[in-house]
């Protein structure tokens, strides 16, 4: 049973910084590809990052380019979402998910199974 586990949310001030992380366990994912998305409440679950887990291919929102980086440890089977530059519109409870493939996808359908989710609070 695939399990993800997320951690490192929390309260920062805009312009700082937090790193997430993604704890993968129950198979190989060596051809599998790990998103982080985002939600607040009364809007949809949107795509932020995501990496493939073998080839390292990465791709990013649009407005968080250049303030996150998405990376990931082969030996820790752990995905990474370091965030800087945080901005009060970052605020969200964020999710890491795993979809088998390389291809990166940025829909919510597209990937079959997630973290249970970790706060991230921006304060102005």
């Known amino acids: 049973q695939v399990q993800l586990v997320e951690s490192g949310g929390g309260l920062v001030q805009a312009g700082g910084s937090l790193r997430l992380s993604c704890a993968a366990s129950?198979?190989?994912?060596?051809?599998?590809?790990m998103g982080w998305f985002r939600q607040t409440p009364g809007k949809e679950r949107e795509f932020v990052a995501a990496?493939?887990?073998?080839?390292?291919?990465?791709y990013y929102k649009d407005s968080v380019k250049g303030r996150f980086t998405i990376s990931r440890d082969n030996a820790k089977n752990t995905v990474y979402l370091q965030m800087n530059s945080l901005k009060p519109e970052d605020t969200a409870v964020y999710y890491c998910a795993v979809r088998p493939g390389t291809v990166l996808a940025v829909k919510r359908g597209s990937y079959d199974y997630w973290g249970q989710g970790t706060q991230v609070t921006v304060s102005s």
């Open positions: 990496i493939s887990w073998s080839f390292g291919t990465t």
């Open positions: 129950g198979r190989t994912f060596s051809s599998y590809a």
